[in-house]
Structures are given as C-alpha cells and as structure tokens.
C-alpha cells in the first residue's frame, strides 16, 4: 500500500474518478438511447403513417403549420423534415455505439455520410418552414430564433465532423461528432425538457400553451443547446486531462442531467408520444 492510498479515500483515487465518468457517461448514453428510441418510434407510427394512408393532413393534429392547401414547396418540406428526423435519431444512436464502431467501420462510415446529410435538409428544411410559415408556425420569433442558431449550429458541426474524418484526424472528428450529436438532440431535449418541467408543475408555469410563448419556453428553447454543448465541453476537458476533483465534479453533473432527463422521458413518453402512436 502506497503512502498515498493510505491518506487518501479510495474514492479520490484517479482510477476510480476515470471509471466513474466513463460510468455515468454511460448511464447518460443509454437514457438518451431509450428516449431517442421511443421519439423515433413515434414518429415512424405517427407520420410516417399517415404519410403512407395519403393523410398528410393528420399531421395539424400535432403542428400548427404541417399541411397547409396550396403550399407545395412547403408542405414537401414539412414532410421531408419529418420523414428524415427518424432517420436521424436513428443514424446517431448508431454513430455513438462503440460495437458497430470498432467491429463494423463502414456501417460507421456510411451511416455517418447519412448522418451529416440528414443533418443539412433538418436545418435547412427546418428554416424553410419558419421563413416561410413565420405567422402560422407554433411559438414566437424569439422561439423560431433560437432554433435558427441551432439549426446553425448543427451544419457547422457536421461539416467540421466531415472534414475531419476525411483529413483521417480522428481526435477532431469524434470531438465535433459528439459536437453535432449534442447539438441534434436539442431538438429532442426540447420536448424532454417541457414534460419535466410540465412533471414538475402540474400545469404550464412560464409561458402560454396556446400562443406557446413566455419567459420559460423562451430560456428552454435557448438552454437545450447551449447547456448541452458547455456542458460537452467540459466532460471532453475532463476526461482528456481533468484532475481528480474535475473528473469527479463532472460525473455529478453527468448524474444529475440523467436524472433528470429520465423524468423529462417519462413525461414526453406518457403525454406526447404514447397518445399519438
Ligand atoms: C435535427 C434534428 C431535428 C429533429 C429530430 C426534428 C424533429 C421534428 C419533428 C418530429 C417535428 C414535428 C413536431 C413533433 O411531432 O414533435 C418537427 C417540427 C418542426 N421543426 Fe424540427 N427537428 C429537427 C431540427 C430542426 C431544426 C434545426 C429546425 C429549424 C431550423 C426545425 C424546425 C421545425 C419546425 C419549424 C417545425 C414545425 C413546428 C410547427 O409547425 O409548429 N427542426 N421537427
């Protein structure tokens, strides 16, 4: 037994603080894993088939502006957008699984080419609909900002996690990939985010659900980017080269954003989704 072990607790031991983040970054991963697989199912049960019945107008029941008569470039782009966000829940669940990684690369590397184009027509068809249905679609400008910035975000990375891979500089490439995955899941961690909040409260706190405004839907729609991607920055930090107390300060966060996107989950399961299917 070293001196060190003796003095110090077996939990400020810099193995147990690298397994513990690797840990709960697990634990993070699986719960997005389950959440993005239920948002998926959804949508693959409810658009894609109404998409399939000819019935594009049973998305209004979800959508404020989905079929609109006479809008034909912009219903192909209501349709597109929502056609492709299974493929892409879908496509980044499995870039992140290490097994299809290390013992299928190419599944990696087409599934990837998918990913990143996937990424460019939901931030482009995403910005069409909102520049060009501004008045019809739900939230205000503020809102429809927000999701612009993120949808910005989302094309930087991709083609930053593109570039890399090509230049074969993997540290970079895996670092914007994880960059893109994040901002992505802003999205998704929207309606997470608004079930939790709507757990928690039991009616809607902070913003009004038929114009869908107000200060709280105004500090989400800006949140489930921007914290996500700081909070990325950090974990990458800590991992790379954090000190014990680092590692160990990151696994809470990691923890406790879990915890918290299991109830976010659950609520987006049982009011959004399940309802629809
Ligand atoms: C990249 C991941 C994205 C996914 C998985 C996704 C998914 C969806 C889904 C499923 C809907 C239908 C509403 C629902 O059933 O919940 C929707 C609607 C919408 N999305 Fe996205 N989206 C993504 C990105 C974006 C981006 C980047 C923008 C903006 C630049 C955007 C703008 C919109 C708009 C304007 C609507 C219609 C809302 C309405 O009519 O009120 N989306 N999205």
């Not at 998918?114 to 060009?132: C, E, N, P, Q």
């Not at 909040?197 to 980017?225: C, E, M, N, R, Y």
């Not at 921007?226 to 590692?247: C, D, N, T, W």
Request: with cysteine.
């Amino acid at each position: 037994m070293t001196s060190q072990s003796i003095l110090s607790p077996w939990w400020r031991s810099p193995s147990f603080a690298g397994k513990a983040l690797n840990g709960s970054a697990k634990l993070w991963f699986v719960t997005v894993l389950v959440g993005q697989a239920i948002f998926s199912l959804y949508i693959v049960m409810f658009y894609y088939t109404a998409t399939v019945a000819n019935d594009i107008e049973r998305f209004n029941k979800v959508m404020p502006a989905g079929y609109i008569e006479g809008d034909f470039w912009g219903n192909i782009a209501v349709m597109g957008h929502v056609l492709f966000a299974a493929i892409i829940t879908v496509g980044g669940l499995l870039q992140l699984l290490p097994i299809i990684r290390n013992k299928i690369p190419a599944l990696h590397r087409w599934n990837g080419r998918l990913y990143i184009s996937t990424a460019m027509i939901m931030s482009l068809s995403g910005a069409f609909m909102i520049i060009t249905r501004f008045d019809k679609v739900a939230g205000d400008w503020f809102g429809h900002t927000a999701i612009m910035i993120n949808g910005t975000i989302i094309m930087v990375c991709a083609v930053m996690a593109f570039k890399f891979a090509r230049q074969k500089k993997f540290v970079q490439h895996r670092i914007w990939a994880l960059r893109l995955f994040v901002a992505v899941s802003g999205v998704w961690m929207f309606r997470v985010g608004m079930m939790a909040w709507l757990s928690i409260h039991g009616k809607p706190v902070g913003f009004d659900p038929i114009s869908f405004s107000g200060p709280f839907l105004a500090a989400l729609q800006t949140l489930v980017f921007v914290l996500p991607l700081l909070f990325l920055e950090v974990y990458i930090r800590a991992q790379a080269r954090g000190s014990v107390l680092q590692k160990l300060m990151a696994t809470i966060g990691v923890l406790l954003i879990s915890l918290i996107m299991m109830g976010g989950i659950f609520g987006a399961t049982m009011g959004l989704w399940l309802p629809r299917i």
